[in-house]
């Protein structure tokens, strides 16, 4: 049988944990507490001891009026209250005896005093002793019963559930009581028996050829795609440096789309019901990863549940760009202008305003030469008067002479063409529109330094080869022969300066004299070209705004932007590729001008050059200029002469604002063994004198190369323009499907089926846009008839 000390163990790890936590002073109290006495209106008895106090207490059933244990004191049927201590005739507060429930003397009421108590109880429950002390219990009582089944308590020794309890309460330092000792002492003596070696028998080799040898797999380079996300079924990116017009270039375009306080970006997650993040260079934050040029643009990343949700946020945005365009059409301002700086210094873009100030540091520079270095200053005065610089001598009491050299740009010798304010013009105008979505950049070898150098290397050529003179901030500079000769060349082609003679032109060009505002060298000069909007980001501020890209790679995306860079040499096989931003000044006049002889008035001309919009195949990204000064080979491509018949023109008015249609073939008809020129035009011009006798008000032209070679914006297009906007939808619509048919004709040539055709016909490209002053609104693109007819 099981000893006494066992079973006494036992009834004492069943009780509960409000018997084991009882007082001893319940003794006491067991001659004051009258529990089978029931209570009246005019005696009432102590009946609960305090461990029923406590346990009614926690129940929430607990009533002191009454010292009943089955309702709460706001339910005790005796309306007469009494002492809850002793159940007298005076106010709780007011008992003269000791607290029933501690026995000890406090100011705070009895019911005060369960509630810390039982307080003390709860957290004590809830503690890491009493859970193992729950733990401890629950394991003997689990002992208990193991060793109850066992007729001799020596049998138990060997069973494994009766060990693994015996060692778990060991490692809580638990005393085990009576046999129970002895049982416990013997099971945490015991030794394991010892086993033998075991030996290991190796398997004969399977039957056949001997395996190949393990060849570890190599990992991919690249890192494979990122997981798609599940909260949102769908999601789209909206690039916004497509959809930005040039004269934001050089303003905080990212708070204008955002808006005050961000009220853009609540309008579109509002109307479109979708999640709206601006990501980019600069916006992402720090924590985003950016490897991939296309996630370094400026974009909008639209993440929801169906497409229509993009499309609405697309229309939001095409609504704060039309927005952004009235402002520069009704303020007459582009670039830095926009964002009034109060200070052009702090301004990211600042250096684009223009200051109208000449080149920095051009003050005289002073030498001091003593008595005994008399054969160098000699030497040096005649160097000087060979080089023709204006130089002044003096001499002090200690017989120093000191030497003045002003290194002033000499004046041309005659005044400038006529046409030199309208060159200058037509050529500002050119370097703001070369290239989307930022101003021309000069290269290094596009410059020459001026002041104190023009002097010194007159009589140099601005050969290829000559080494280049490094240029700073602040520097005057003019335009090499090459590249004024190329400007020229790039200006008459595209018609800018009508009327002016080419060698009038590149002398204008040659006059000019700029100040470099800007000087910046790979990531900065790829940043300036291609992440505007990143320098008006936080990270900036920091110093901690980088590309995600090593030099290799950002010198192949200046390739790719057009830059030439310097010309690599064995010492430094891989040249720093150098930008420069240049303020040109204007035309100076010349320094001999005979007496009575004055320029003529320039009025007439430059309000005309000025009133006229810029040519429509200038709208377009220029080429990137060449390093060499191969100029017939980089011309861009002229305008196709089409015959044209007589056709009225209606009176407009010279400010009239007019419209421009552009559409573009897709390049797989360049294959076709016909001229394209001529089956647009049709034969001897049929086709367009058609379109012209029904709208004798526009005109019509076919521009660029029938070539892949050539750049996107200078392949083979048709251009219609017209100033009367009640016929210019229709003639879109006319010229669209003049374009279809020839793309109709030339497939049925090359032989394509029904469905190659259609899918030519979709990559036709149009624009369409009003242009007036120079300032151009986009439309909406042409749609042919048949498309328009069709059902919605």
């Not at 346990?55 to 004191?73: E, F, I, M, R, S």
């Not at 693994?164 to 046999?179: A, Q, R, T």
């Not at 009034?340 to 520079?365: I, N, S, V, Y």
């Not at 100040?515 to 909007?533: I, S």
Request: proline letters at 11%; aromatic letters at 6%.
């Amino acid at each position: 049988g099981l000893p006494a000390a066992v079973r006494s163990l036992g009834r004492r790890g069943t009780s509960s944990d409000s018997s084991s936590t009882s007082d001893e002073g319940m003794s006491d109290e067991s001659d004051e507490v009258m529990s089978d006495i029931e209570p009246s209106d005019g005696y009432r008895p102590i009946r609960l001891p305090r461990d029923k106090v406590r346990d009614a207490y926690l129940q929430g059933l607990l009533c002191l009026n009454c010292d009943a244990a089955d309702h709460k004191h706001q339910d005790c049927p005796f309306r007469k209250k009494v002492c809850w201590n002793c159940h007298g005739n005076h106010p709780g507060n007011d008992c003269p005896l000791r607290c029933r429930f501690c026995k000890d003397r406090h100011d705070y009421p009895l019911l005060e005093c369960i509630k810390r108590v039982c307080r003390r109880v709860t957290d004590w429950k809830k503690s890491k002793p009493a859970q193992e002390q729950r733990g401890v219990l629950s394991s003997f009582e689990h002992l208990m019963v193991k060793v109850e089944g066992f007729e001799d308590i020596d049998l138990a020794r060997h069973n494994v559930e009766v060990q693994k309890i015996v060692k778990e309460l060991n490692e809580h330092s638990v005393i085990f009581p009576g046999d129970l000792e002895e049982l416990a002492t013997s099971i945490l003596d015991m030794k394991p028996p010892p086993k033998g070696p075991v030996e290991m028998i190796t398997p004969p080799p399977p039957p056949g050829a001997p395996p190949k040898p393990y060849v570890a797999p190599k990992l991919p380079k690249e890192p494979p795609p990122a997981m798609p996300e599940n909260k949102y079924p769908w999601s789209e990116k909206i690039f916004l440096d497509n959809l930005l017009v040039r004269g934001v270039y050089g303003s905080n375009v990212l708070s204008r789309i955002i808006g005050r306080g961000g009220a853009h970006h609540r309008r579109m997650e509002t109307e479109s019901g979708a999640r709206v993040f601006f990501r980019g260079l600069g916006v992402s934050g720090r924590d985003a990863e950016l490897n991939d040029p296309i996630d370094c643009r400026l974009h909008i990343a639209v993440k929801g549940e169906v497409p229509q949700q993009g499309r609405s946020v697309r229309r939001i945005i095409s609504e704060i760009i039309g927005e952004i365009d009235a402002e520069i059409a009704e303020r007459g301002e582009a670039g830095p202008s926009l964002d009034r700086p109060r200070d052009a210094d702090l301004h990211p873009f600042g250096f684009m305003l223009p200051k109208g100030e000449g080149p920095e540091g051009d003050g005289p520079l002073k030498f001091k030469f003593p008595e005994e270095d008399g054969q160098s200053l000699n030497d040096l005065l005649v160097w000087l008067k060979q080089a023709k610089m204006p130089l002044e001598l003096d001499s002090d009491t200690q017989w120093r002479t000191t030497l003045q050299v002003t290194p002033t740009d000499p004046a041309p010798p005659d005044d400038p063409p006529e046409e030199a304010d309208v060159v200058a013009d037509a050529f500002g105008r050119l370097l703001d529109e070369w290239h989307y979505p930022s101003p021309y950049w000069f290269e290094e070898h596009d410059l020459k330094p001026t002041g104190l150098w023009t002097q010194l290397t007159q009589g140099e050529q601005d050969a290829p080869d000559a080494c280049p003179i490094s240029l700073q901030k602040g520097q005057g500079v003019r335009l090499t022969a090459t590249t004024a000769s190329y400007f020229a060349t790039v200006m008459e082609q595209a018609d800018l300066v009508p009327g002016v003679p080419r060698s009038t032109v590149e002398t204008v060009l040659q006059r000019l004299r700029g100040v470099v505002r800007r000087q910046a060298a790979d990531e900065q000069l790829l940043l300036y070209l291609a992440y505007p909007w990143a320098w008006f980001s936080e990270a900036v501020g920091r110093g901690g705004l980088r590309l995600p890209f090593g030099k290799e790679r950002v010198h192949e995306m200046l390739v790719d932007l057009g830059r030439v860079g310097s010309k690599p040499t064995e010492s430094c096989p891989a040249p720093s590729f150098r930008g420069f931003s240049v303020e040109w000044l204007p035309v100076k006049a010349g320094a001999v001008r005979p007496e009575g002889e004055h320029r003529k008035p320039l009025l007439a001309l430059a309000a005309t050059q000025k009133e006229a919009p810029p040519p429509p195949q200038f709208q377009q990204p220029l080429p990137a200029m060449p390093p060499s000064a191969a100029l017939p080979a980089l011309a861009a491509p002229a305008a196709v002469a089409m015959p044209e018949p007589p056709r009225l023109a209606a009176p407009q008015a010279p400010d009239a604002p007019r419209g421009y249609c552009k559409c573009w073939l897709p390049d797989a008809i360049f294959s076709s063994g016909q001229d394209l020129n001529e089956l647009i035009a049709g034969p001897g011009g049929a086709h367009f004198a058609h379109v012209l006798k029904k709208y004798p008000s526009v005109q019509l032209r076919v521009e660029g190369l029938a070539s892949t070679a050539a750049p996107p914006a200078h392949r083979l297009h048709i251009v219609m323009s017209s100033e009367d906007s009640e016929v210019f939808e229709s003639a879109a619509a006319d010229v669209l499907d003049l374009v279809e048919t020839v793309c109709d004709m030339v497939g049925e040539e090359l032989g394509f089926s029904e469905e190659q055709v259609e899918e030519l016909i979709k990559g036709i490209r149009s624009e369409k846009y009003f242009e007036a002053h120079g300032i151009r609104t986009p439309l909406p693109p042409a749609t042919s008839r048949g498309a328009a007819a069709e059902p919605q």
